[in-house]
């Protein structure tokens, strides 16, 4: 069985459970605080950083876009139209454009552990870069489910767990959103609680 | 023929040329000062970043990853044992891991234009691991040439054009360096010169 270690708040993580989720993959969630950078973690990924997915008799698959890669060659792959990275090289550019865009530029500006308090500000243009997105194609990447809605999803949420997210700005995106929220693999990320820091009114609200 | 948004000193533009030489593709380079967002090249890019590769009646693919993923999928693949992603799901994790490791944290710690002024303090930890890759294999990645190497030289060449690389510090990184540094790939790395800012004293010897 699969093992992932995760914080359950670090929007990356949340990217890969989703993507399992999506599949229909079990896994184990074991809880890894980064930041204490424990000896035994940094052995099984150097880069000191969650996720890390354990599978049995290989090498640790450590990262966001790594695990999501190595997910799509051994199980996604076999799925045909129903894999999360289409096949045409040019439609995987489209996804991972926006898995990256989420992954790196939204993490860096707004769902991260440093800049949480800047959150509020860039949360706005990313919001409307959504809702455009939103707006012109049925999902983020084309007209199915991809890799960049999970992406998206998985970092939105950790704003919206915060309370940070101000969907009355955007109704594309707060619809795309409300979508992406009622899909079984969205579940376990909705019951997330962290002790002392419990989640935003709405946020495991599937009609907010 | 593909054309190339670039900058000479961008580390991640450069990873993209080594990967174009080694497969031995023409581009058209064009330079890029991201830092002006020129609205024509946000068009092109939204994260505003270079590089950009432009394709013929082909959608932009942005961002040095994206870029390596696509030479792969549209000409590495064919190249069999020479391509420089492997095609086994688990070595692949290993190839990308490390090619993400120099593109995002060696970036973010080192390369990268905002942390010129840390680099000098992080690069030897960042040339201790390159060390240690490089005694314990025969490319950072395994037993031949990948992703992972020309992503790790593109980067280390921007810190080694500023004179910041103390290589006297460990050979085995050194002797991998300049194995890199023989490349045919990698001569028009070697011959980019800034206006202003001429490259540090061994920049372009072969036996620095």
């Not at 890969?16 to 930041?35: A, F, K, M, P, T």
């Amino acid at each position: 069985m699969l093992s992932l270690l995760h914080h359950p708040l670090c929007p990356r993580s949340r990217y890969v459970r989703l993507i399992l989720g999506e599949y229909g993959i079990e896994v184990r969630l074991v809880e890894e605080r980064s930041w204490e950078r424990r000896e035994e973690f940094l052995l099984v990924n150097p880069a000191g950083e969650t996720p890390v997915l354990i599978t049995d008799g290989v090498p640790a698959v450590p990262g966001a876009s790594i695990i999501a890669e190595y997910i799509e060659e051994t199980e996604g792959a076999a799925r045909g139209i129903n894999s999360l990275l289409p096949k045409e090289p040019r439609e995987r550019v489209e996804v991972r454009r926006l898995a990256d865009w989420y992954n790196d530029k939204f993490y860096e500006e707004v769902s991260g552990p440093v800049v949480l308090r800047a959150a509020r500000h860039n949360i706005r243009y990313h919001l409307a870069y959504l809702g455009w997105l939103a707006r012109s194609r049925d999902w983020l990447a084309g007209e199915r489910l991809t890799l960049a809605d999970l992406a998206a999803a998985a970092h939105l949420s950790v704003a919206d767990y915060l309370g940070e997210v101000p969907w009355n700005e955007d109704d594309a995106a707060k619809h795309w959103y409300a979508r992406l929220k009622s899909r079984p693999a969205f579940r376990p990320i909705l019951a997330d609680t962290l002790a002392g820091l419990p989640p935003s009114k709405n946020y495991a609200d599937l009609d907010f």
